[in-house]
């Protein structure tokens, strides 16, 4: 993987900013390179490529698998899934009476589509951010991807 262009423009990252330099800056991987990382170990194997985040007692934080389809899929775990942005009911139901909030987002895919219901309390605004309750979260810097939490082990983001 080689990225060299400058990012695209995205009003989620800070305009001007003078960014530190990486921790881990990799040309080729052919074995794994681990590395500290404020206080966590971080470690980046090749085949599938894999980003494994670990505290400083070794206990697993989150791994991050990346498929030759430019999926990146992570375990799920037992607790809740939050984030994604706000929204209200697919079109059709009435929000008064039909509609429960959704908290947990495990359980299901989120293609995140953009709406806005004019009879509804808003609109979905979706946000490719995910907060592990288990003391974890990722983050896609464009929402326009699918989010796959429909198998209770692992999740996925899905170009």
């Not at 995910?130 to 170009?159: K, Q």
């Amino acid at each position: 993987m080689s990225f060299t262009d400058e990012l695209p423009f995205s009003p989620t990252l800070a305009a001007g900013r003078t960014y530190p330099a990486p921790v881990i800056l990799l040309d080729q991987l052919t074995t794994p390179v681990t590395r500290r990382v404020g206080n966590l170990n971080v470690t980046v194997r090749p085949d599938p490529l894999t980003v494994e985040v670990r505290r400083a007692d070794g206990s697993p934080v989150q791994t991050l698998r990346f498929a030759d389809d430019g999926t990146v899929s992570f375990p799920v775990g037992p607790h809740p899934v939050l984030g994604m942005g706000e929204g209200g009911p697919e079109p059709g139901q009435d929000w008064r009476t039909d509609h429960v909030v959704e908290f947990d987002r495990r359980g299901r895919l989120h293609e995140m589509r953009p709406r806005w219901q004019s009879n509804a309390y808003g609109s979905r605004n979706p946000v490719a951010l995910l907060v592990g309750t288990e003391g974890w979260g990722l983050y896609v810097a464009t929402p326009w991807v699918h989010v796959d939490l429909s198998d209770p082990d692992r999740g996925g983001f899905i170009p």
